[in-house]
Structures are given as structure tokens and as C-alpha cells.
């Protein structure tokens, strides 16, 4: 999808365009020298202190009357103007008087009139009387005839004369050949103010000292530019770490100094770059400046750099008018962030708009979110579709995201490779779901190892299912581990888990004392109460049984409620004793009536003995023959006496 930016900023890129071919080719025009006092004039004027107009008149006054400095000055004004018809005879003519500026400068305008092996021959005359841009240009011309040893000569002798463009030039010609000399070059022009000299002697400080091991104090790791939105929802890229960061050092501080002055020059890659350096440490204002700086001269990276940065701020209008500008020059990471924005809002054709936008920009988030965006809309065929282009692109989630669907369509086969291929990568749902997948088939042992895998990563459930396993082979102290992992990181299953495993050590209270100072919680009991928040109905009903114990029979009755009320029949049955105790028989029956329903039998004894003490003996023998068949032995074993009771009653 190709977008058409506004007419303002294509017009603004279209300045800067011309601005800069202009300023390459005054780079390389060589100033006259000066001319002789005797005549009253200078060769070259001060800008900043007289006109142009008036420095043209004073230096062609001066030409007519002969003076040389003056007419190679001329030439050079009006070759810098662009007027080659009028530099040229001037130029001529201070060239066969031997200037050598205006023999450099000859060659210049020659070259822009496409004469480039005529313009090489004049370069030669004024870099042998050793002209350093002279140099440099024919340097240039070499390279570009594929001559490099004679390139390298003469960009060497410009740049050992201090020409900036000649030592950046030089060291992209040894840079080029794998030559260790380049960055000498390159530091070279950067102390002279070339502005891509220093990017690249940044990036190659930040590369040397990112990649290369330093000994026990090295220090930071390669930093990224800010990843893709990976979801519909939206990820957070770039988000400063937890805590202040460290500063960097050494060789890392110094491509910092690099790409500032970099950037400071305009260089808008480097401000691109310096951005996300001072993002990853949490200096999110300049980073912010930074990103502007170079979105402001069209770098769309930037522009959607800068995007996030105010996302995460709160200002999602000013993000999206950022990731629009950058969407619009082509960048898909922008293109898939409007996309997961427009997604949150409920936005969703425009929302698939985008992720197609950025799809085609050869963003591969984009695909993996249309997939999602599908999926979601029950378009089961488009959702597949999508995830398999995300992941034969090598998205890992989309990978697994497509395991799934096969999965679900009956299909174990083929998604089984899938899950593969996206654990492999490093996809931690998919080492889980090959867990999954293998114990559906009674391979515990090598779901264990998917399993293990996927919780030595972080994931909650596989931490559980290893905790599971562990406990299974008598491991109590592999399964507390995993237990606690997996407990950390919210599964209530993981929470109840632990907090049994920590009951069950815990000694057989001794007698109640009176006026005892009631006992703190325990561990346990802080799990089971973490668990019974979750809404873990047996932990609800674990909890409630411990603060009974305690003797806090408010909070008991609180959590047997809940419990009985989500559908536990363990915590209607206690609900039904507590009410019981504290005289509210009537509720108690209602309570132990769900509970006996729902298979209680201890539950179904209870209502036996209450219909027997009102007289209602039938009723009690149908609650007894319930009792009988749910179980267990024992409850069966006395519900069976006490119908024989009941059956001799009603026959006396």
C-alpha cells in the first residue's frame, strides 16, 4: 500500500534534497586565494560582514582590471551559484595562469557538466600543486572507475592534508576492503566536523564495545531500536528498564559523544540513534527531542519512535499523528502500532486497514495481527491464512498461534511441527503446548521436558505441571519450587498446591488454652487465601475451615459461602454445620440440601437425621438410601443402619 505524504512536508523533503546536493558540490569548490594588497581588493569576501552583490562588483572590478586571485574568486562565487556559463571563462582564465583553485574548481564544473575525464585531468593539475579537495575529488573519480589503488593515493594525500572529506572518503574505501587503518580515518574527519564520519565512528565504538567481551567488568549489551507492536492490544517497545540505568563507559560513552555531535549537525540517523540510547536509560524527555529532531528531517524510524514515547505517556492523539507520518513514508512498524490502536478502540476494519498497511511494508507483526484480528471475528480460514505468512516469515508466535488452530481442527500432525518450529524459536506458549500435546498422548516424559522447558522460561502452568509432576514422584522439594513459581506468577492451582504441600508439614495443633493470644496465619494459610481470592473453590473452603479453627467464625461463614455459591459442595456442606452450630437449622438444611444434590453424602446422612428427628421417616429413608449410594464406606455404613431404624419404626 503506497501513501501520499502532505504537500508540505513532500515540498519541505524536496528543499532538503536540493540543499544537500548543493552543499556537496560547494564542498568541493576550493576558495581563491588572496589577492595582492596592491590593488586594493580581497579575493574572498566575509559574508557575515558585506553583501554578496557588493563582493561581486568589488571582485569583478577587480577582474577587469586583471588582478588573478579576483577572477578565480568570481568563478568560484558564480560556480557556487550555480551560473557554469558564467563561472566558466573565468575559471579558464585564472586556470592558465596557474591558480590552482580554479583549476580544482574547473574540474568541478566540468564534472557537473558530465566531462568527467576532462574534469580528472584539471583535479590532477591542482592536486599535484597540491590542492586537498583537488585530491579528494580525483580520489573519488578513481573509486568510481574501480581503480582503488590509485583512489587511495590520492584520497590519502587530501586527507594527510587535513581535508575532512577527503579522510571520510579514504575511510570508506579501507572500511570497504576489511582495512583496521579506517577508523583512523574516520575519527579523523569526525574531529573536523564530518557528521557521517562520526555516526559511523559511533556505530563502529558501540559495535567493538557491545560485541566484543571485555573481562568480569564489561558492562551494557547492543542496543536496539525499538522493537514491533507484537499484539493487538499493543506491546510496549522501548520502555525504560526498572530502575535507573547505568551510565555507559568507555568505548560506549564515546560513541555516545559521536553520535551527539552527529545529530547536533543534523545527521538525523544519529539523532535516530542517540534517541533510543537515551530511551533504554530511562531519559525519556531528550530521547524524546532526539526522536523530533529527526523526525522533523524525515527519518520515519523517529517518527515512530516518537510515537510510542507518547503513547506511553498518555497521549495517544499526538502518537497516532507520529505513526501516521511514519506509516505514510512506508515504515510498517508505525503502520501495525495504528493498527493495534485503532484494534483497542473497536475500530476493527480500520484497524485491519493498517495491519494490512503494514504487512505490505514488509512488517511481519502486521500479518501475525491480522491472523489475530481473524481469529477473534470467528474468520477461522483468513486467521489461518495469515498466521502460516507470519510464520513462514519466521514469527514464532504467529507459529504457535497456527499450531493452535490445526489443533483445534483435529489436526495433531500438522500442528505438532509448527509447535516445533515456534518453540525452537524461542517461544515459550509453544514449549507449553508441546507439553500438551504429548501428555494428551501418554507421553509423560517427554511432555515433562516441554514442560520443564517452558517453566525454566517463566511460564506459569508449565512451572504447575512440573510442581504436578514432581509431587507425583515423591519430589517435595522439586515440587515446592516450581509450586512457588508458579504461585508467583498468579496461578490459584499453584497457590493451593504449595499451601497443601506446606499443611501438610505443619505439627497437629495442641489443646486450645484458655485465653490464649490467637495464632498469626501461617504460610499456608496466606497461600490458600491468595488462592481463594483467585476464586479456588477448594481453597475457599480450606481458608474457611482454618479461621473456624481459629475461631473466627465470621470470616469461616464468608469464605464457605463464597465457595458454596460458586458450586462447591465441600464448602455448602460446612456452610451447613456452621449454621447448624449457631442454631439456624433451617438454613443448614438448604445448604446440605445443594450439597447432597451435588453427590455430598455426608451431606444427604445430615438431611436423614434431621427428617428423622421431625418424625418425617420417609423422608429420612430417602435421604438415607442417598447417603448409601454416594458414599463413602463409612457414611454408607450409618445411613444403612439408621434406614433400617427408620424402616422399623414405620413398621411397628
Known amino acids: 500500500m503506497v501513501f501520499m505524504g502532505d504537500r508540505a512536508t513532500l515540498l519541505e523533503t524536496g528543499r532538503f534534497v536540493q540543499r544537500h546536493a548543493r552543499n556537496a558540490a560547494d564542498e568541493i569548490i576550493e576558495a581563491a586565494g588572496a589577492a595582492d594588497p596592491g590593488l586594493g581588493t580581497t579575493a574572498v569576501a566575509d559574508a557575515d560582514t558585506e553583501n554578496e552583490t557588493e563582493t561581486e562588483a568589488r571582485h569583478r572590478r577587480a577582474a577587469e582590471r586583471g588582478d588573478l586571485a579576483s577572477i578565480s574568486a568570481l568563478g568560484a562565487m558564480l560556480l557556487r551559484r550555480g551560473d557554469l556559463d558564467g563561472a566558466e571563462p573565468y575559471l579558464r582564465a585564472a586556470t592558465a595562469e596557474g591558480d590552482r583553485a580554479a583549476a580544482n574548481n574547473l574540474g568541478v564544473l566540468l564534472h557537473q557538466r558530465g566531462y568527467a575525464d576532462e574534469a580528472a585531468g584539471w583535479w590532477r593539475v591542482a592536486a599535484v600543486a597540491g590542492s586537498a579537495p583537488a585530491a579528494h575529488a580525483l580520489g573519488r573519480h578513481h573509486r568510481e572507475r574501480g581503480d582503488e589503488p590509485a583512489a587511495e593515493y590520492w584520497l590519502r594525500q587530501a586527507a594527510e592534508q587535513g581535508h575532512a572529506l577527503g579522510a571520510y572518503a579514504l575511510a570508506d574505501l579501507l572500511e570497504h576492503r576489511g582495512d583496521v587503518g579506517a577508523e583512523r580515518w574516520l575519527r579523523a574527519a569526525a574531529e573536523q566536523g564530518h557528521r557521517e564520519a562520526a555516526y559511523r565512528l559511533a556505530m563502529a565504538l558501540e559495535r567493538r564495545a557491545t560485541e566484543t567481551p571485555r573481562g568480569p567488568h564489561a558492562t551494557g549489551?547492543?542496543?536496539?531500536?525499538?522493537?514491533?507492536?507484537?499484539?493487538?492490544?499493543?506491546?510496549?517497545?522501548?520502555?525504560?528498564?526498572?530502575?535507573?540505568?547505568?551510565?555507559?563507559?568507555?568505548?560506549?560513552?564515546?560513541?555516545?559523544?559521536?553520535?551527539?555531535?552527529?545529530?547536533?549537525?543534523?545527521?538525523?540517523?544519529?539523532?535516530?540513534?542517540?534517541?533510543?540510547?537515551?530511551?533504554?536509560?530511562?531519559?525519556?524527555?531528550?530521547?524524546?527531542?532526539?526522536?523530533?529532531?529527526?523526525?522533523?528531517?524525515?527519518?520515519?524510524?523517529?517518527?515512530?519512535?516518537?510515537?510510542?514515547?507518547?503513547?506511553?505517556?498518555?497521549?495517544?492523539?499526538?502518537?497516532?499523528?507520529?505513526?501516521?507520518?511514519?506509516?505514510?513514508?512506508?515504515?510498517?512498524?508505525?503502520?501495525?502500532?495504528?493498527?493495534?490502536?485503532?484494534?483497542?478502540?473497536?475500530?476493527?476494519?480500520?484497524?485491519?486497514?493498517?495491519?494490512?498497511?503494514?504487512?505490505?511494508?514488509?512488517?511481519?507483526?502486521?500479518?501475525?495481527?491480522?491472523?489475530?484480528?481473524?481469529?477473534?471475528?470467528?474468520?477461522?480460514?483468513?486467521?489461518?491464512?495469515?498466521?502460516?505468512?507470519?510464520?513462514?516469515?519466521?514469527?514464532?508466535?504467529?507459529?504457535?498461534?497456527?499450531?493452535?488452530l490445526l489443533l483445534q481442527a483435529g489436526d495433531a500432525n500438522g500442528a505438532e511441527p509448527w509447535f516445533s518450529k515456534a518453540a525452537e524459536a524461542g517461544s515459550v506458549d509453544a514449549a507449553f503446548n508441546l507439553g500438551i500435546l504429548h501428555a494428551g498422548r501418554d507421553d509423560d516424559r517427554t511432555a515433562l521436558v516441554w514442560y520443564e522447558r517452558a517453566a525454566a522460561a517463566g511460564h506459569t502452568e508449565a512451572a504447575l505441571q512440573v510442581g504436578i509432576a514432581a509431587l507425583r514422584d515423591g519430589d517435595e522439594l522439586t515440587a515446592e519450587r516450581h509450586l512457588r513459581c508458579a504461585a508467583g506468577g498468579g496461578s490459584a492451582e499453584a497457590a493451593f498446591r504449595l499451601a497443601s504441600v506446606l499443611d501438610a508439614r505443619r505439627p497437629e495443633p495442641g489443646p486450645a488454652v484458655l485465653g490464649a493470644s490467637r495464632e498469626e496465619k501461617s504460610e499456608c494459610e496466606e497461600w490458600y487465601e491468595r488462592a481463594a481470592r483467585q476464586g479456588h473453590r477448594r481453597a475457599q473452603v480450606r481458608v474457611g475451615m482454618l479461621a473456624a479453627a481459629r475461631g473466627d467464625l465470621a470470616e469461616a461463614d464468608r469464605w464457605y459461602r463464597e465457595a458454596a455459591e460458586a458450586g462447591s459442595r465441600n464448602g455448602a456442606f460446612n456452610l451447613g454445620l456452621l449454621l447448624a452450630r449457631e442454631g439456624s437449622e433451617r438454613e443448614a438444611s438448604l445448604w446440605w440440601t445443594r450439597a447432597a444434590r451435588a453427590g455430598h453424602g455426608r451431606a444427604a446422612l445430615r438431611l436423614a437425621l434431621l427428617a428423622a428427628r421431625r418424625g418425617e421417616l420417609t423422608e429420612g429413608r430417602r435421604w438415607c438410601a442417598r447417603a448409601v449410594e454416594l458414599g463413602p464406606a463409612e457414611v454408607a455404613e450409618r445411613a444403612a443402619r439408621l434406614s433400617e431404624a427408620l424402616h422399623q419404626e414405620l413398621t411397628a
Open 221 to 404: 549489551t547492543r542496543l536496539p531500536v525499538p522493537e514491533a507492536v507484537k499484539s493487538a492490544a499493543g506491546a510496549t517497545p522501548g520502555a525504560a528498564p526498572d530502575g535507573p540505568a547505568a551510565e555507559p563507559v568507555g568505548e560506549l560513552a564515546e560513541a555516545e559523544q559521536w553520535f551527539r555531535q552527529a545529530a547536533a549537525r543534523g545527521h538525523r540517523r544519529a539523532a535516530l540513534h542517540l534517541g533510543v540510547l537515551l530511551e533504554q536509560r530511562g531519559e525519556l524527555k531528550e530521547a524524546g527531542r532526539w526522536y523530533l529532531s529527526s523526525a522533523k528531517e524525515g527519518e520515519a524510524r523517529a517518527a515512530c519512535a516518537l510515537g510510542f514515547l507518547l503513547r506511553d505517556a498518555g497521549d495517544e492523539e499526538s502518537a497516532a499523528v507520529w505513526w501516521l507520518r511514519a506509516a505514510q513514508d512506508g515504515d510498517g512498524n508505525a503502520a501495525n502500532a495504528l493498527g493495534a490502536l485503532h484494534a483497542a478502540r473497536g475500530e476493527q476494519q480500520t484497524a485491519e486497514r493498517w495491519y494490512r498497511a503494514a504487512t505490505d511494508a514488509g512488517d511481519v507483526n502486521g500479518a501475525y495481527n491480522l491472523g489475530l484480528l481473524c481469529a477473534a471475528q470467528d474468520r477461522i480460514p483468513q486467521a489461518e491464512q495469515w498466521y502460516r505468512r507470519a510464520a513462514y516469515a519466521g514469527h514464532r508466535e504467529a507459529a504457535n498461534a497456527l499450531a493452535v
